[in-house]
């Protein structure tokens, strides 16, 4: 049996989940998050537990046991607390700046670059350094894809480390042409 799989996952207090047909729907203090389980599985609640159990041993429904719960425990987690990740940007003339629904990225190109913020997901600038963007929202999937896709536009090259990166990302720098033929002579 599937080790992750088989945890109950406790509600955190003032948490509450709801099952409707093959759909779990978790509300909370941040929001309110569904998913529609697989058939592969069945879900339970008691109380303040959500407990997963696969239908049969086919490898398909042991694969689908521990990730039904594991997203269930990230809609419980994401309602209560949310999630958040922090890109930073660096490079000589980079900046953002929220306007409305949309973030105003000057990564260096001849344009400015629009990205359009999905529903549900709240992007900050830092009070004392601008370049330092907080993207939070209560969807760990929607937090995560939005930070990739905003990393993407301008990804950290290796030899200035210029680009937007993840504040916990590491970059590691090559030396230039000119580094290694001064090392060479």
């Given at each position: ?95 953002a700046a929220v306007k409305g629904k949309v973030l105003v ?6 344009h400015p670059i629009d990205f359009k913020i999905p529903e ?66």
């Amino acid at each position: 049996m599937s080790r992750i799989g088989r945890k109950p996952v406790a509600l955190p207090g003032g948490v509450a989940a709801t099952i409707t047909g093959r759909t779990v729907k978790v509300k909370g203090p941040k929001g309110e998050l569904s998913y529609t389980f697989l058939p592969e599985v069945s879900v339970t609640i008691d109380g303040s537990t959500v407990t997963i159990t696969r239908i049969d041993d086919s490898p398909t429904a042991k694969a689908r046991h521990g990730l039904t719960r594991q997203l269930v425990e990230n809609m419980a987690i994401g309602v209560s607390t949310g999630y958040s990740k922090k890109l930073e940007i660096i490079g000589v003339g980079y900046k953002a700046a929220v306007k409305g629904k949309v973030l105003v990225l000057n990564l260096g190109h001849s344009h400015p670059i629009d990205f359009k913020i999905p529903e549900g997901i709240t992007i900050t600038p830092d009070e004392k350094n601008k370049n330092i963007l907080t993207i939070s929202g209560c969807d760990k999937q929607l937090v995560g894809q939005a930070s990739a896709v905003i990393r993407g536009l301008r990804p950290p090259e290796p030899y200035k480390g210029k680009g937007i990166r993840y504040s916990d990302e590491i970059v590691r720098r090559k030396p230039g042409k000119s580094a290694v033929k001064a090392g060479a002579a």
